[in-house]
Structures are given as structure tokens and as C-alpha cells.
């Protein structure tokens, strides 16, 4: 089966690489921005005739959330305008369209995880775009899945473990916000999710939308503060409210995800993220030795 993956020098593009051999029957074609500009339709049209992939996994993703509120056209090129273009090419050859989408798209402002069919209201540009993404998936692509993540994470590129050990190193204290609850997400296990459950939905017809993250619940600060104590890192960890860390985006106040749809649905045993962040700074550790 020949998949096509777009945005794959981006964390989880990276990881499905590395499980690539785990997954015999598949036949992957690596994209990021050098290789196919997925902003231009008839590139993305192009391409897609002449490789003819069954399956698109769109990785790619403008996710610098706070220099998006000023990034307007580049965003929603990225977050919309791009998925829109793989989702009429997907639909025009018949794959199933693979999206990745985020907790932003919900305001934040509840206190029950949200279910793939609560109400969505994002307060921030990338929210918006990343919805505007989700919008076209469910309009062009004739099937499609659309999985919402949060908080993710990897051993490749920026995000918040490397932050965090790198701060840790450096300062002998951290300021994190205690006051926004969401879940840690191992950009790994989310990977082995997307390749798990493609063989399963080969036959659906429409969009389904999902909810995936790790188990359980977490603060920024509680997420920090493990990170920290686990790579025996000798630093205090503070918790600080939003209000005492301005940035340019809202962000949402609580955002964890129900999963029992996609555990029901693919019968999927989930990690609980503390664990799963282990795992990251083991391999983070063994990169560095």
C-alpha cells in the first residue's frame, strides 16, 4: 500500500520513519516543502496522479501558535488552504485522507473532555485554521479521518520536553503555568495510531473525526515539573497562572480529549503520558551518550 506523507521532516512525520520497518506492507513517500509544495493545487494534483498513493498523511502544519495571530496568510495557507488542495487530490484518486488536527479548535472553556462532537469554537488563529483544515477534509475528500491531538511532543524538533530539559540545564528555576489542563502527547505513539488504524478504514466512506492523545490529565506545570524530576535535572519548577505569563494567542484553559470513541471504535490500548514521556527523554538521553 503506497502512502504518501506530507510535512515529513516535522515531529510526527519523523517518527512515522521511524517505525517505517515495522510496517512491511506499506510503500512510504517522504514529502516536506523541498520534495512538494502542498500549497500549490496543481502541484499537489500532479503528484498525486503520477504516484498514486492510497493513503495521504498530512503532517505538515503551521504550529508556531502565537506568531500566527500576526502570520495570518501563511497559516491558513498551511493549515487550510494546503489540506484543501490534498483533499480534492485525494478525492480525485481515490485515497483515504489522513489529517491531524489539535484540541485549539475547542474554546477551552469546559470541564468535561470533549467528545468529537461537542461544539467548536477556537479563540486563536491557529485554532481557526487548523478548523478551516478540518472543514475542507469534510467537504473535498471523498473519505477521510480527521485526528485531534494535543499538547504533542517527540524526540525531533522544537517542543516543550526539549524546552524544558534545555531551560532546566540552564536556570535554577522555571516559571510554568498551573492553570491549563490538557494531555502530554508522545508524537510516537500517535504515529503507530495513524499506521495501526489505515489497513482498518480502507473501506469507509466519508469523514470520521477521533480524539487521540495519551491517558490522562495534566497541567503545564505537572508536565514540567515530571520532565524535570525524571531527567534528574536539578531546577525548581514553579506554578504561575496565565494571567502572569502573557502571550499573543489564547489558549484553551482545559482541552483534554475523550478517546473512547477511537478506543472503541479500533480497540486501541492507549499509554498514559507520563509513561510515554519517559520513553521520549530515555531515546533523548541515548542520543546524546
Same mark, same amino acid.
Given at each position: 500500500?503506497?502512502?504518501?506523507?506530507?510535512?515529513?521532516?516535522?515531529?510526527?512525520?519523523?517518527?512515522? @520513519?521511524?517505525?517505517? %520497518?515495522?510496517? /512491511?506492507?506499506?510503500? #512510504?513517500? !517522504?514529502?516536506?516543502?523541498?520534495?512538494?509544495?502542498?500549497?500549490?493545487? &496543481?502541484?499537489?494534483?500532479? #503528484?498525486?496522479?503520477?504516484? =498514486?498513493? +492510497?493513503?495521504?498523511?498530512?503532517?505538515?502544519?503551521?504550529?508556531?501558535?502565537?506568531?500566527?495571530?500576526?502570520?495570518?496568510?501563511?497559516?491558513? &495557507?498551511?493549515?487550510a488552504?494546503?489540506?484543501?488542495?490534498?483533499?480534492?487530490?485525494?478525492?480525485?484518486?481515490?485515497?483515504?485522507?489522513?489529517?491531524?488536527?489539535?484540541? !485549539?479548535?475547542?474554546?477551552?472553556?469546559? !470541564?468535561? /473532555?470533549?467528545?468529537?462532537?461537542? =461544539?467548536?469554537?477556537? =479563540?486563536?488563529?491557529?485554532g @481557526?485554521? %487548523? &478548523?478551516?483544515g478540518?472543514?475542507?477534509?469534510?467537504?473535498?475528500?471523498? %473519505?477521510? $479521518?480527521?485526528? +485531534?491531538?494535543?499538547?504533542?511532543?517527540?524526540?525531533?524538533?522544537?517542543?516543550f520536553?526539549?524546552?524544558?530539559?534545555?531551560?532546566?540545564?540552564? +536556570?535554577?528555576?522555571?516559571?510554568?503555568?498551573?492553570?491549563?489542563?490538557?494531555?502530554?502527547t508522545?508524537?510516537?505513539?500517535?504515529?503507530?495510531?495513524?499506521?495501526?488504524?489505515?489497513?482498518?478504514?480502507?473501506? =469507509?466512506?466519508?469523514?470520521?473525526?477521533?480524539?487521540?492523545?495519551?491517558?490522562?490529565?495534566?497541567?503545564?506545570f505537572? #508536565?514540567?515539573?515530571?520532565?524535570?524530576t525524571?531527567?534528574?535535572?536539578?531546577?525548581?519548577? %514553579?506554578? $504561575?497562572?496565565?494571567?502572569?505569563?502573557?502571550v499573543?494567542?489564547?489558549? /484553551?484553559? #482545559?482541552?483534554?480529549?475523550?478517546?473512547?470513541?477511537?478506543?472503541?471504535?479500533?480497540?486501541?490500548? $492507549?499509554?498514559?503520558?507520563?509513561?510515554?514521556?519517559?520513553?521520549? $527523554?530515555?531515546?533523548?538521553?541515548?542520543?546524546?551518550?
Amino acid at each position: 500500500m503506497r502512502i504518501l506523507i506530507t510535512g515529513s521532516k516535522g515531529q510526527l512525520g519523523n517518527e512515522i @520513519k521511524v517505525l517505517a %520497518k515495522d510496517y /512491511p506492507d506499506f510503500e #512510504f513517500i !517522504y514529502t516536506d516543502i523541498d520534495e512538494l509544495d502542498i500549497t500549490d493545487p &496543481l502541484k499537489v494534483e500532479a #503528484f498525486c496522479v503520477t504516484n =498514486q498513493p +492510497r493513503v495521504i498523511i498530512n503532517c505538515a502544519a503551521y504550529t508556531a501558535v502565537d506568531k500566527a495571530e500576526s502570520d495570518v496568510l501563511i497559516a491558513t &495557507l498551511i493549515n487550510a488552504t494546503a489540506v484543501e488542495n490534498l483533499s480534492k487530490s485525494a478525492a480525485e484518486i481515490g485515497a483515504l485522507m489522513v489529517h491531524v488536527s489539535t484540541d !485549539y479548535v475547542f474554546d477551552g472553556k469546559g !470541564y468535561l /473532555p470533549y467528545v468529537e462532537t461537542d =461544539q467548536t469554537n477556537p =479563540q486563536s488563529v491557529y485554532g @481557526k485554521t %487548523k &478548523l478551516a483544515g478540518e472543514e475542507a477534509v469534510r467537504k473535498f475528500a471523498g %473519505k477521510g $479521518i480527521i485526528l +485531534r491531538t494535543s499538547w504533542l511532543y517527540s524526540a525531533f524538533g522544537n517542543n516543550f520536553v526539549k524546552t524544558m530539559i534545555k531551560f532546566g540545564n540552564e +536556570r535554577e528555576v522555571l516559571n510554568v503555568v498551573s492553570d491549563q489542563i490538557g494531555t502530554p502527547t508522545y508524537a510516537r505513539d500517535l504515529a503507530k495510531t495513524i499506521l495501526d488504524i489505515i489497513p482498518l478504514s480502507m473501506e =469507509q466512506s466519508g469523514t470520521s473525526i477521533f480524539h487521540y492523545s495519551n491517558e490522562g490529565v495534566a497541567s503545564w506545570f505537572d #508536565f514540567a515539573r515530571f520532565i524535570i524530576t525524571f531527567s534528574e535535572i536539578k531546577c525548581d519548577v %514553579k506554578p $504561575i497562572q496565565t494571567k502572569d505569563y502573557p502571550v499573543h494567542a489564547v489558549r /484553551p484553559h #482545559f482541552s483534554v480529549l475523550n478517546k473512547a470513541k477511537i478506543k472503541e471504535y479500533y480497540n486501541l490500548q $492507549i499509554p498514559y503520558w507520563s509513561e510515554s514521556v519517559q520513553h521520549c $527523554i530515555l531515546r533523548l538521553k541515548q542520543q546524546t551518550n
